[in-house]
């Protein structure tokens, strides 16, 4: 069995898609061929049920399908499961179901309400009771998504308090000073550790790291970029990690686009042959023939830019 | 079997709460009183899974639950089932589960995303392809909730497109206004009429009614006042309407209050004997001590004033 | 001169509204009216130049010439003055202005941006650090308008930190458990005093006088039920207060929608005398014909049931 | 004095930030330097007094005095300045000193208030209306900064029945298919072409150029990477277009971060030498010592990729 996740959790976790028939139905195959590719191309876990992977259009039989699924072909690489739900005991049920599946641990964004750090502190401080102190929990802190921002403060709380909160997914925007801030407050000898992975698609990857980010946890399409700029930078090669990404940049920024990204990120996932359909579940974004060949120029442009390297 | 609801549907549509056990379990036998109790009162029909029904903190089976046990009690009465979800194919197979077992129509809210009018219709236009001509749809025009205020123009659109939409869930605030744009449409004769009942607790129901609205469909846990209102103002008796309306003004208003409401109405359900346990599923909004006595006053300040009049 | 706000401060502020002619310059003259019919009717002082003062429409002179003319009228009545503003150094300004003519204060809300607590926490640092510490400042806690929900925990932090900082214009929506919270706070020695009065067009104040408020800042058009309200209940006649108060509530809640609601507000001053024009700023609410019919109704209801009383 | 905006106007405005001291005054010396700045690296035309030039926080004197400093020292460049204002009358008084003074346009974009596609075409008409229709209007169409999203088909609606709005600053995001959708309605003969110029700091223009889009209208502090982009483009040098603009993304998204960009902005024009300080004014970004360094890296980073390609 996998490791779970800590505070010390470092690395690429890629935000997996969900590969779906052009039926809409999920496709595990696909499934399967996917988590290959990640593998493949050497992240270091795998975060499941995230936003990008469409769980809240799924039933809650099909989130455990997918699990089952990932986790038979995962084997020893930790594989984090977005369990966030309107529901308290939804989000409970799935996160006790993860676990003894083998999860690494869950991941779970502030509920919707009011953006009162009081409710949301109080909501954190719920779910860790729900979910008894042993399950490892990763903070999804994602305000263009959820419409919640949060301070640094209120991070630091909860993961001081509650000794399960051992991860933050990084995906506030703006968010490199976030980064310093945390780090900061860790010179205190009182104060624990946090694992930062970032999100957003990685698209400040490389400045992350510099502030002490531990790595990435995003779905760009191109995994081995997350990888290879992660690894670089870990190795002290802090330039040419740089160099590496930034050669992504301009298909990364792409993928980027608030909710029409999924479609570009399924799109090219199905170009490299890591899925089957490039079909998001309705109501989500379609590409158009314009949108193709638009993402097709910028994948060409990525391989002649990538070729004149080598 | 009950009529479906249509394009002159009038009377009180009473959202339905959904009873809880103190540990969170569906109440089935509470469920069934609190059908009983709405009855009793004189309403015209029932919604059930809506927001304050806080349907979308349960699983798909649990809301096929309530659908169950709520058809086997209502006989002739109409019932509209809240099929909201963020999932289309989830949307179409609730709303299939409830005509197949009797209910009257389907209400369906915006989909999360940009407030972008044409993404909405879009939206409603796929909507409507998935559940098939036959099924009637209640348009839910609730921006404080939703976060997606749309215009009268959008609304008329697609009630004039789609011949299934026949209704709409008023409760744009403010609203007024809106409803004199809606009825002044209709005075050309290729546009079709649609039926109002209006949201928002009632807070607006006398003035609603004057401008052409066709009853209520809210919550308010006292639904005999919103039955006799559109009784007496169905009768003309437009002063009398609102003298009584006025009464329950104090209480209405308390039970409006966004989000921490839910838990006044069920405290007042229970109360009344409707419900055994008060309690809103986590995470939701829970009474204290002095909200408790705060509106034990205010329901024996009613009293006190009904009793007067008699 | 008039007494500064302070951390004991109670009774009834009144939200001037800002009388313009139909052409859309201020309208002095009515202005002064108002002032007299506000006096008149008992408020213990009056706010100007706040969101219902349509301030953001206003030039720099204009504001400073309602500033002039109110407080030439007011003699020892205390004025707070609205002074949010995007830019630091016009607030400051403006400020400087209102308290050399002699405000008793100023009101400022959550400047726009993300609702992060520490944001606003040191948005308004350095506010006070930007008018000094002898300016007395009032906390305007408005979500619904500002977008920016707030603890009551920032609010205390703040309060106890900057002794100027001696008032909150409370209207968060539901708000009645704030004021719980911030008064239970109060019990501890160590922490100083707030001011508390409720905004929200007063569409709780019965109830928001029982937690521990001190009276009202908000502008209905119907001061005196406001004032009589507050006066009876700290002569210790809570349920004289509430019944005096109910007898109001139909109108204050039609007064009460969000943006129209000025319009209405204007409408009765205009039909009340205090002021010539009932218009509104571009681009501001008008009143349809319907609408003033309706206003109409609403005051011809309430003159019959205050009429019963007497 | 310079052409007006017009339907076919082409090429790049850029924003202009506004210079001030340290003290926070405007800073004219400064901003005639950056005026001869963007000049000099080839712009078409300027847009003075946008958001990122800060206007909502300066007066109406300030405001008319940098339109004076800068109509003194561009000659026949066109300028459009933005008037966006929460009064109309304001508005209309600074379109008209604005125009008076030689400008070439005004921007305005919609005004705060629901995202009701009806009210923010009625707040256009009203616009138009209040300037008469000699006046050139660019629509500003950024909902990230106004939470206001609006379809193409307003957009065209409001370009057919109001000859005067001749321009679209493009900020939606995503926006790529909204501008194929705008070029897509303009194959009808009726339909009256509009410019269309893209913001977003530039983030995907020559995705834009390549979808028909007229050029930028933002304010990268790099204007000769828009302006060749453009020029190449419009060469049908598409490719080199691109390649040249891909080696600017990696500090184009640094400075593409909402609310802190601005610093980051004004930073690199300091270090470029275009203006004195890299002030803002408060309540505005600062820079840190980190984030000066981590900007510096990205400038010298930019500089060896361009000096490798020479």
Redesign the interface.
Same mark, same amino acid.
């Given at each position: 069995m996998a490791d779970r996740i800590n505070r010390h959790t470092s690395g690429v976790y890629i935000i997996a898609a969900t590969p779906f028939t052009d039926q @809409?139905a999920i496709d595990h195959e696909s499934l399967r061929r996917l988590v290959d590719f990640y593998i493949g191309h050497g992240v270091t876990g795998l975060t499941i049920l995230g936003m990008m992977g469409?769980a %809240?259009?799924? &039933? *809650?039989d099909e989130r455990r399908a997918v699990i089952d699924t990932v986790l038979a072909r995962t084997g020893d690489l930790p594989v984090v499961v977005g369990v966030s +739900? /309107?529901? #308290? *005991? %939804?989000l409970t049920n799935l996160a006790s179901y993860a676990m003894d599946e083998g999860a690494a641990g869950v991941m779970v964004a502030p509920?919707a @309400?009011?953006?009162? =750090? +009081?409710?949301i502190e109080g909501?954190f401080h719920?779910v860790c009771e729900?979910l008894g102190p042993d399950v490892p929990v990763c903070f999804q802190d994602f305000?263009l998504a959820t419409g #919640? /921002?949060?301070?640094?403060? #209120?991070i630091r709380r909860l993961s001081q308090e509650r000794a399960q909160i051992v991860m933050l997914k990084h995906e506030d925007?703006?968010g490199? &000073?976030k980064i &310093?801030q945390l780090r900061k407050q860790e010179e205190a000898p009182e104060v624990a550790r946090l694992s930062i992975l970032c999100g957003n698609g990685g698209?400040?990857l490389p400045?992350e790291l510099?502030?002490g980010a531990d790595g990435a946890m995003t779905g760009f399409a191109y995994p081995e970029a997350l990888v290879q700029t992660v690894a670089l930078h870990q190795a002290g090669r802090v330039d040419e990690a =740089?160099d590496l990404f +930034?050669r992504y940049?301009?298909i990364l920024?792409?993928e980027q686009? /608030? @909710?029409? @990204?999924l479609a570009v990120r399924k799109y090219v996932l199905m170009k490299r042959g890591a899925i089957t359909s490039a079909a998001t579940?309705? /109501?989500g974004p379609k590409m158009?023939a314009?949108?193709a060949a =638009?993402t097709d120029r910028l994948m060409a442009?990525l391989e002649a830019r990538l070729a004149d390297r080598l």
């Open positions: @809409g469409e %809240n259009k799924m &039933t *809650g +739900d /309107p529901g #308290l *005991g %939804n509920s @309400g009011p953006a009162r =750090e +009081d409710r909501y719920a729900a305000p #919640l /921002p949060v301070s640094p403060a #209120l925007w703006p490199l &000073t &310093t698209l400040y400045q510099q502030r =740089e +930034d940049i301009p920024r792409h686009q /608030p @909710g029409f @990204g579940r309705a /109501p158009s314009m949108d =638009e442009r």
